[in-house]
């Protein structure tokens, strides 16, 4: 170490923090990308949009139970509509009972709409939106939920 | 301590230099990998997918389409495959897209109607690696360590023949084509080929071929058998001359069968017009060719005169079950005079000028030839199609092509070509020129067209060791043969029915009509009348039943037989009681329909479908009813064109069609055909 | 840093480029033959692949009266009237009507019932290759 | 009032940072000193060091950049872990996600990838350095024992590693590589069936694999390199002390250890305190060594990004126990073994192989004098430093041999053809 290498102290100071913080902004980048490496970019789970067959396959005034989707898909008077089977409490699959769906579980109760009818269920059933592909099947999005208002024509 | 411990225990001033140095460095690598990662191809593609769509579609669609964010994938366990394809085909499923640039256009016909992508992907169509996300990864173009990149739509039906194991997919005519070519060929008497399990190829039988042939025939028949018949299924073996030599010899020696006697014959009196004439009236045409025309199923005659013997082809013509137990040809009911002179016309007019006089039948005694030949016989696996009882067949002499298109194309063979190593590329080499993979091959060159090689190729490529789902496979039912007893079977026998016809898919595709449901469809009397005189029903077919010279209690055994047990239940209970008006109403449809165009009535109309006057007397009304309703699944394939006909239509033209021929004496009785 | 650490240094960038170089370098392309042998039969037909399916079907249902190249000569040709037109002679073909008239049939567009429909026989796939096939008939070849 | 508030939450803010870190940034020398001796993680260092020790080109940093790598290779092998699924053939399917779906994912592998092939190659260089410099002398023999161990550690989970990826790379290496183990006498075939967790390389090889490589070798190397470590934070770094001249005055300020510690027992020292030395020869851990580290650490990373970013580790096709590539290949550490294996199989595979593990084990135990220690070839081992580097050279030789001018058949190939 001789004269000649040693800086004047503010360079040698600025010159600390200059690294200091390219490092600091360095690791706070990588635990961001880090955090990015953990969320999952693709699923291996079966679509949340997906098709269950053309209309014609549900008779008029007739429920369908798709039990791998947990789904019940309604072809009303007005048309299509589908809601889940899931119970809002726990996640048990709910059963029809009398007009509207029971909960096997802890014994909420849903009425025909999926509305909290009794029992300790905080929200009513998740009702999802249908569409119709341009092939003519009825196409569930499972990330799309809608009003007890909607009906799919088809 | 002071000033110098203070210098010495702080850190060199030219670490920092280095520290500061090193930190920016680590950011901007760093900044690298962030850029590396957010730059990703598929990314940019989203980014152009996201402007075209607000072209394409209008706020409300836009409003409804899914989001396009993040990487798709198509997750198909039951087939092992991760498609993520869908990343960047964005408007592979929306017909909204049909007209968009690549990558995002709509994919063309309806092939993801009838193969939708939540079941199908994409890779067990069009290979490549499905799970990457960049083009060239993708393999759209051959990537090392890929072993399946994507197929060119050239040879992709290859793909089709993985899941669709019968004979002729659907709207793959290549993969059809070439498994065509395979079954015609005979492939699989030599090979193990999966798919084409139960199928057998037999070239005559040799047993008395020393009495058949001429030896000057057999020697150029060796040597190139093309050369003397180009349509001929056996391929060039590439015999040395010696071997050409001993083969020839071992083969005449080869008479396990003596001719009928034809001493008795006066060869002086064959009348070669009468010859000429018969000819035509057998219709021997249907199967045997003449000068490049007529049917292929019994071998082409243009030049039988140089090939076989006199002798032999009267015996064989008299009695070819006799001469040949397995032959497909039928035994005619002629006397020996005619078939005399069918033998002196078919020896004269088909023979090339230059056929000397016929030598006579020589015995090779020389054993050491004798066992050469025998030797040769073996070698070449002439016994996987040509029956010889004097040598057993040692089963299929080729390998097995069980999981070929698995093999590892870098172990395989190419010889001198100087080709992509690929499984495809070699089985068309192989198939094509069997003897230039650089090893030595008992193959034979069957001199295929580069064309048909590629399709037989094709189809073999379809050959994987897969293990798919039952439910993804299309197999091919294996016919199941139909061997009938008693006197009927005789006759089955004796005309070789099943040469031509199938029941229960057993038996030739020569003719247009199956059996099994014969007895719904025509009348009994109708069937006895034809089967004695076979007339044409479809003008523009040209290969028609032969005239058997059957006698009148066997065409009565036949149709009896025809009339109860080929039945079709569906097709039998039908309300014959038809209106005249049912019947007028029939008439005007036959117009209003255009049935004209095809269908000869009286004098006016077309020949594409059969004559229709004497229908009254021919067909059952339940059978035209169910016909005209669903063509299509009684003969898929048909030209008679399904019209969506109502029950009453169909039944109205019933009604007008069963009136026409019918005898005034059975009009008086009624409505009842019967 | 001294002479050494240059060479050092110089010695391994060489390497690492040789790498790369040896990585990046075009590798030759043999050929394809079986595929060259289809794409030869393609470029022989003058037909693209839909349009020689649409052929292979046209063969089968249609030519006896439209005749193989659809000139309007096929062997029923002269049993019907109106004969079947000249497709050649056309240059330019709505494929919607095209497809009209083999789904529907000639009935369907105001013509002569002769030409059946076929709509209920083939799938949309088969009419498809028909239309694209009939489009390219007019089609002067290079 | 609002100032006492502040003043409140300072101290309360202080207090809090103290419970966690119980010295400030250390401005004086004992602190200097503290910050070493009180912290669990830079305890293993010395609060002082030999001003030999900085000198970069002693030990070109090659234990540190070992240590560095291992501790790269578990984060990012604990972060690739969340992805992978030891399942054939899955486990092909998870290389692939890695690559084409995971965000970093495929950084992450290529860092794992050629971190571990370069600690190969380190810990190699770190054996040769610590040969030619002598510092396996007394007291330091059972530490270079422990060394040799680690070094059959790192290619253990080099090899371990090596299959995970499922596909036709990992799978005939590790194929040629377990029969090489099964030429061992007797045991060979056992080890190999053990090794293997049946016949022939399939699920269960897989997860056996996984297993070791996941946790029981990480787990040895863990222990090992505390031991390691530990050994010579207590013995002190070679070479100290030909450039340290003990000084009595000195030893009241600062105490010298007369103990030392075994695995066992704590005992006397075996010679005169190598820490009681010239306090002008010496500077203090914090910061000159630490801020040393932290650069080595950096160049490392930077180092390691670089190539991971550049090449990429290779994928080939999944494993196929039908279709043996050609040449198959063992990893590239074991190719001067598979080279020798080429001549004979015996000779290559068992008893080449086990006499120079005895003989790196035996090496502190049979030269044993003193003299040499400390500088790099001194001339007194000129016979010592001749055997190992031609030894060293002959299997370095051997192993580019086996990598680069060998093809299809083991036959010789030019590299550059």
Known sequence: MTKKDVLPDPVRRSMFAIGCIAVGAATAGFLAATFRFLVPNVLYEPSRRFDIGPPSDFPPGAVTFLPDRRLYVFNGPDGFYAISSICTHLGCNVKRGGPGFECPCHGSRFDENGQVAQGPAPKALAWYALSLSPHAQLVVDLDQQVSPEFRLRA | MGVAVEVRNTAPPRLHLVFAGLGLAFLVIFSWVLFHEGAAEWRTTQARFRRLETTVKNPHQLAQAAGVGGLRQIWLPDLGRVDRCETCHLGIDDPAFARAPAPFAAHPGTWLSTHPTDRFGCTPCHDGQGQATDYATVAHQPQPFVTRPMRPLETIEANCGVCHRALDPPDAPRLAEGRRLIVESGCFSCHEIPGFEGMTFRGPSLDSIGYKVRPAWLTSWLKDPKGYLPQSKMGNFRLSSDEIGSLQGFLLSQRAQVPLDSTGVDWKKADTANGRALFGELRCVSCHAVNGRGGTAGPELTRIGDKVRRDWLFSYLKDPHRVQADTPMLQYRLSDPQWRDVTAFLLEQYSSADTGAEPPPVTYQDARVLAAGRAVFERRGCPSCHRLAAIKDAGRIGPSLAGIADRDPDELPYGTNVVRHTTDNYIFLKVLLPDTLGQTSTMPTFAFTPADAAKIALALASIRKTDLPASYVLRRPAPVPYRPGGKFGELVARYRCLSCHTVGGFGGDLSTVPLDRIGSQLQRDYLVKYLLNPGAVRVSVEARMPVFHMLPDEAKTIADYFSMVFLDDGVEQYDTRFTAEEARRGQELYGQLGCQACHQLGTKGGYVGPELSETGARLRPGWIAAWLSKPQIYKPGTLQPDYGLSGADARALTAYLTSLGRSPAAKARGGNAQ | ?142 | MSQTIGSRTLTWLDGARRSVCRIGWPATDKDRAAAMISSLFLHIHPARVSRHVLKPTYTFALGLISGILFIVLAVTGLALMLYYVPYPPEAYRSMKDLQFVVTFGIVLRNIHRWSAHAMVGVVFLHMCRVFWTGSYKPPREFNWVIGVVLLLLTLGLSFTGYLLPWDQLAFWAITVGTNIAAYAPVVGDQVKFLLLGGHMIGPMTLLRFYVLHCVMLPLAMLLLISLHVWRVRKDGLSGAEIHASPTEELAGAFPASTKTYGLMAIGKRPRASVEARDPNDEVFAWPHLLYRELLVALAVIIVLHIVSLVFMAPLEEIADPTRTPNPAKAPWYFLGLQELVHYSALMGGVIVPTLLVLALLAVPYVDRGAAGSGRWFAPERKMANTIFTSLAAVFVVLTIVGTLFRGANWAWVWPWK
């Open chain 3, 1 to 142: 840093m001294t002479n050494r650490t240059w060479h050092a240094v110089a010695v391994a960038v060489v390497a690492l480029a040789s790498t790369v170089g040896c990585r990046t370098g075009p590798p030759s392309q043999p050929g394809d033959p079986m595929l060259n042998a289809i794409r030869a039969e393609e470029r022989e037909g003058n037909l693209t692949y839909v349009e020689s399916q649409g052929r292979r079907l046209f063969l089968h249902y249609c030519a006896t009266c439209h005749g193989d190249d659809a000139r309007g000569d096929g062997q029923n040709a002269s049993n019907l009237s109106p004969a079947p037109p000249d497709m050649t002679a056309r240059t330019s073909q709505d494929p919607a009507l095209i497809r009209r008239v083999i789904a529907e049939g000639s009935a369907a567009v105001g013509r002569s019932p002769l030409s059946p429909p076929w709509g209920r026989s083939l799938s949309q796939q088969q009419i498809d290759y028909l239309v694209a096939y009939c489009q390219s008939i007019g089609r002067k070849k290079p």
